[in-house]
């Protein structure tokens, strides 16, 4: 089963998102900073199947931070990226740097919590197919040494 | 007699009239007129030497010295008005002062026989002819005056039965005026000649000179002291009450009035009152250019008139009293860098007589443009100070905002979280089966909200820890309130209290303080959860506390320190602590020392945290008392 990363400095926060993740039958682990995360992500036996990030914790671009970790470890870990307030300019930092998405913790009328749902879902699918792109490509590629 | 009358002067001055150079004086044959005196015994000369020629001169050039000097005013007038009596040899003398607001002129000193505490009270009235005497005479015609048989006199009032002749000197003012008058009688009829005119004259000199040169530092040390007010008051409000007090000290009006344009309306308002006014304050009669006080703002120039009501320009828009009795007025601008503030404004009543005139002079109107210059001086200086509070809350308040939405939105996400997981519950299960996960979301949703709460209160209270209303108050009542209502009432922490009971009278916003020392309270507590103390103590700094703490030493500082025992604040937070938006806490937002900040500076005071790292904090509240120290404890 998938395995998440939830980084966020509000411990109200960080628990309200394990719990609806768990309940997609996640496994979900969590940290209260930047550089928890960090430690969290290098500690860990294996790179996490998706991150879920505040984008502003101990600076305003701590998010950032975490993406560069994650993807540092395994590139294929998909970074979705929360912003309490709408700070466009660092999401789209976030995109150009290779994350997933970007979401809203505050959108009038929304549930964001299901459409966070939905976005781990679609990022998970993404990595399965990419793992699963680059296997073809290095099977196809060992074929070839082997028929070479 | 001689004995009281000595005791005024100061011994060390008699010594130094003494003194071995002096020419010893050869009474009792000092100069006395016996052609009128035939027949009668020669009376005894008391005049101690100084009827004598040279220790006249001594004495005189003595007394002169001492006019310039500074202090023992009162004595002065006292070793005057002995010097006359004895120069010209009478039996008793009294020096009185013009009032000039009632033209009575009043008893301030007297000499030699017969005087009791009553008769020495005594007042003539220069209004009522009949009431004037010869005393009276000499002050209206400003000449000296001779009477050799009093009971021949046409001015003679009689006050002793046994006065036979008079001598009288006027004391001239800055303008040719008398302003009081030495006055010696005596028993003897035909008593006093050209030359003791001519001694009292000098006397009289000497006198106008010490009262000039009393006025003179009179002035000097009202002007240095609304310098000092410029520095140390912020507020205009007190500033201006203060400028007025000590305009009254130096300049005499019967009322003083300052007005300071509104450049948004070109209303000048009506800011401070010596009394006439005072019910009106906060209003805008005047437009810049309506009336006298209008032309004033509009020219920037002084005006002095006598009977100002028959002046074209005036309107009688705002007046101090009814505007048949105003004599003179007296304004001029209050300017700043380069433009005209407002407008500072004294009156005089019509005087009660023809002699007196209630007009301003010259003079006086270039002390009132220097008050009104650094009444200038000192608006554009608060007014500036609020500018650069205002534009540093400014930039606190882009970030304040930020910060305040991130926390909210935080926040709130965190609820609607909750909310989710509620619906999800409800929508899945049974109500009966999800008793308890519900009471643990309402739990969750509940702090949530309290959250919010406290994140508004915080920011409430930021915003408004600078507008404060300034009351006089009770430091340690202030302090006792505030641990009374934020002291929990069992705690692990052990309180102790030691407040001074002789601290100066403060102003200051009770409410806001208790806000302010409310926090240092919780905060002492906060951080000893395991108990521990908190000793809290007002104090009064001394002179080197108050340079330690880089205060001015022009004013008295209260202290109020919070000391626990708790873990303290490393060297480098010290600053931070009262940054906006510091905290350790997950309470709130982090404003709380920051608002103690805004709350204890809006009081012109400053906070510190003082304590050593590892030994608890210790935080220092200083705030200025209402009052200028007194000399003594500024230096």
Redesign the interface.
């Known amino acids: 089963m998938a395995h998440i990363l939830v980084v966020d400095d509000e411990e109200e926060v960080r628990a309200s998102l394990k719990r609806r993740l768990k309940r997609e039958g996640y496994t979900v682990t969590t940290a209260e900073s930047a550089a928890d995360a960090a430690g969290t992500i290098s500690g860990a036996a294996e790179g996490f199947d998706a991150v879920v990030t505040d984008m502003c914790m101990e600076e305003a671009d701590s998010g950032l931070e975490v993406l560069r970790h994650a993807l540092a470890r395994d590139l294929f870990t998909e970074v979705i990226v929360l912003t309490a307030y709408g700070n466009v300019a660092n999401a789209v930092e976030s995109m150009r740097r290779g994350a997933f998405d970007y979401l809203e913790k505050n959108v009038p009328g929304v549930d964001t919590y299901e459409v966070l749902v939905m976005k781990v879902s679609q990022a998970l699918e993404r990595r399965r197919a990419a793992i699963r792109t680059v296997r073809r490509l290095e099977e196809r590629a060992s074929r070839q040494g082997a028929a070479t | 007699m001689a004995g009281p009358l000595t005791e005024s002067v100061p011994e060390r001055e008699l010594r130094h009239a003494r003194s071995p150079l002096v020419i010893r004086p050869i009474c009792p044959i000092g100069p006395r007129p016996h052609r009128y005196n035939r027949g009668v015994p020669t009376p005894r000369c008391d005049c101690e030497g100084v009827c004598d020629g040279n220790a006249f001169l001594h004495e005189l050039n003595a007394l002169f010295c001492a006019a310039v000097r500074a202090g023992h005013e009162e004595a002065f007038l006292q070793r005057a008005l002995v010097l006359a009596m004895r120069a010209v040899g009478g039996d008793r003398a009294f020096l009185a002062l013009v009032e000039q607001s009632t033209g009575d002129l009043v008893v301030v000193n007297t000499a030699g026989l017969g005087w009791t505490p009553e008769t020495a009270r005594l007042r003539l009235s220069l209004v009522h002819e009949s009431a004037r005497g010869i005393t009276g005479h000499v002050v209206l015609t400003a000449e000296p005056y001779r009477a050799g048989d009093v009971t021949k006199d046409p001015h003679y009032i009689e006050y002793f039965r046994d006065v036979r002749s008079e001598i009288a000197a006027p004391i001239s003012g800055t303008s040719g005026q008398s302003v009081g008058v030495i006055n010696v009688e005596s028993v003897h009829y035909e008593r006093f000649t050209d030359e003791h005119e001519h001694r009292l004259a000098a006397i009289s000199h000497a006198t106008a000179a010490a009262l000039r040169v009393q006025g003179f530092r009179a002035r000097e040390s009202a002007l240095i002291e609304i310098g000092n007010n410029l520095t140390t008051t912020l507020d205009i409000q007190t500033l201006m009450q203060k400028v007025l007090a000590v305009a009254a000290d130096v300049l005499r009006f019967e009322d003083c009035t300052v007005f300071l344009l509104d450049e948004m309306t070109d209303l000048l308002v009506l800011t401070a009152s010596g009394g006439g006014l005072a019910e009106r304050l906060g209003e805008a009669p005047y437009k810049v250019g309506d009336g006298i006080t209008g032309w004033v703002a509009a020219h920037g120039e002084a005006v002095r008139l006598i009977e100002p009501r028959l002046d074209p320009r005036w309107r009688g828009l705002c007046v101090e009293f009814p505007e048949n009795e105003i004599g003179a007025l007296l304004a001029v601008p209050i300017v700043g860098r380069n433009r005209v503030l407002g407008v500072l404004r004294v009156v005089r009543r019509k005087s009660p007589t023809a002699w007196f005139s209630p007009a301003f002079s010259e003079g006086e109107e270039r002390v009132l443009n220097t008050i009104g210059r650094q009444l200038g001086a000192a608006v554009e200086n608060v007014r500036s100070y609020e500018r650069l509070i205002s534009a540093e809350r400014m930039a606190a308040w882009g970030e304040l905002s ?1 910060r305040a ?3 909210i ?6 609820l ?3 909310l ?2 509620l619906n ?1 519950l409800l929508s899945q299960k049974p109500c009966e089966e999800i008793r308890a996960e519900v009471v643990d979301l309402s739990a ?1 949703m509940f ?2 909200v309290e ?1 919010l709460e406290e994140i508004l209160r915080e920011f409430r209270d930021f915003v408004v820890a600078t507008q404060i209303t300034l009351a006089p108050c009770d430091l340690n009542a202030v302090v006792r309130e505030t641990l009374s209502e934020t002291f929990p009432k069992r705690s692990s922490v052990a309180l102790s209290l030691d407040l001074d009971e002789g601290l100066p009278e403060l102003r200051c916003d009770a409410r806001k303080l208790k806000r302010a020392f409310g926090e240092l309270v919780e905060n002492a507590v906060t951080f000893q959860p395991d108990g521990g103390a908190l000793d809290v103590r007002t104090f009064v700094l001394s002179a080197a506390e108050r340079a330690d703490g880089r205060l001015g030493q022009s004013r008295e500082y209260v202290g109020i320190e919070f000391a626990d025992a708790g873990p303290g604040i490393v060297a480098e937070h010290k600053d931070r602590v009262f940054m906006p938006f510091y905290t350790t806490r ?1 309470k709130g937002m982090g404003l709380g020392l920051s608002i103690v900040k805004g709350i204890v500076e809006a009081h012109q005071g400053v906070v510190r945290e003082v304590g050593a790292p590892g030994e608890g904090a210790r935080f220092v509240v200083c705030l200025p008392a209402s009052e200028v120290a007194s000399p003594t404890a500024a230096t």
């Open positions: 930020a939405a991130h926390m939105g935080n926040r709130t996400f965190a609607k979280g909750d989710n997981e999800y969750s702090r949530g959250r997950a």
